[in-house]
T-cell receptor, first 114, second 114 residues
Framework: GENVEQHPSTLSVQEGDSAVIKCTYS??????FPWYKQELGKRPQLIID?????GEKKDQRIAVTLNKTAKHFSLHITETQPEDSAVYFC?????????????FGKGTHLIIQP | EAEVAQSPRYKITEKSQAVAFWCDPI?????LYWYRQILGQGPELLVQ????????DSQLPKDRFSAERLKGVDSTLKIQPAELGDSAMYLC????????????FGPGTRLTVL
């Protein structure tokens, strides 16, 4: 089955700086790669996703890049703000977000230092 | 905006007791997922339903866990008997089932087994 590795487990950055979280996956059949943000005690919420026919996707301060050859994808957050502090999870699935279970990474605890 | 509902939000039980969790997906969503999230880790898929049918339960510990979605709408996840290692957050998610859709998570049920 699919295996998703996520690094780093904890990331501390100064407010206003950029943060990068990286994930690798094992199953070359995976085609859908979402990123979820989970604040303490709350549900995971989708912040951005990318499908295998696209190499990069951006939404305001958040961007995701995908390298299918190397089987890795990354989350980039620019101009970080205190409200960006949370745990971020990457995930992968084969069939697509709406039709297939997701395999998650272990998460990255992002800490924004004021 | 419609959301996935779960109850109870918190459950404390003693080992060897039976527990049950309920999930009401977003109206019209054909696909329903149960995930288990151990503290400090990413969610792990337990079971996936398409309408009332189980699509994937390969990671469900079937000796003690059971799940049903009798009318293809709401769903119940049961553990009998509960063990100490079952302490976790149990998350329900739903999607339309379309490849281009994503999964929407409920608030979860926090289970503590004493």
């Amino acid at each position: 089955g699919e295996n998703v590795e996520q690094h780093p487990s904890t990331l501390s950055v100064q407010e206003g700086d950029s943060a990068v979280i990286k994930c690798t996956y094992s199953d070359s059949a995976s085609n859908y790669f979402p990123w979820y943000k989970q604040e303490l005690g709350k549900r995971p919420q989708l912040i951005i996703d990318i499908r295998s026919n696209v190499g990069e996707k951006k939404d305001q301060r958040i961007a995701v890049t995908l390298n299918k050859t190397a089987k890795h994808f990354s989350l980039h957050i620019t101009e970080t703000q205190p409200e960006d502090s949370a745990v971020y999870f990457c995930a992968a699935s084969e069939a697509g977000g709406g039709a297939d279970g997701l395999t998650f990474g272990k998460g990255t605890h992002l800490i924004i230092q004021p | 905006e419609a959301e996935v509902a779960q109850s109870p939000r918190y459950k404390i039980t003693e080992k060897s007791q039976a527990v049950a969790f309920w999930c009401d997906p977003i109206s019209g969503h054909a696909t329903l997922y149960w995930y288990r999230q151990i503290l400090g880790q990413g969610p792990e898929l337990l079971v996936q339903f398409q309408d009332e049918s189980v699509v994937d339960d390969s990671q469900l510990p079937k000796d003690r866990f059971s799940a049903e979605r009798l009318k293809g709408v709401d769903s119940t996840l049961k553990i009998q008997p509960a063990e100490l290692g079952d302490s976790a957050m149990y998350l329900c998610a739903s999607s339309s089932g379309h490849l281009t859709d994503t999964q929407y998570f409920g608030p979860g049920t926090r289970l503590t087994v004493l």
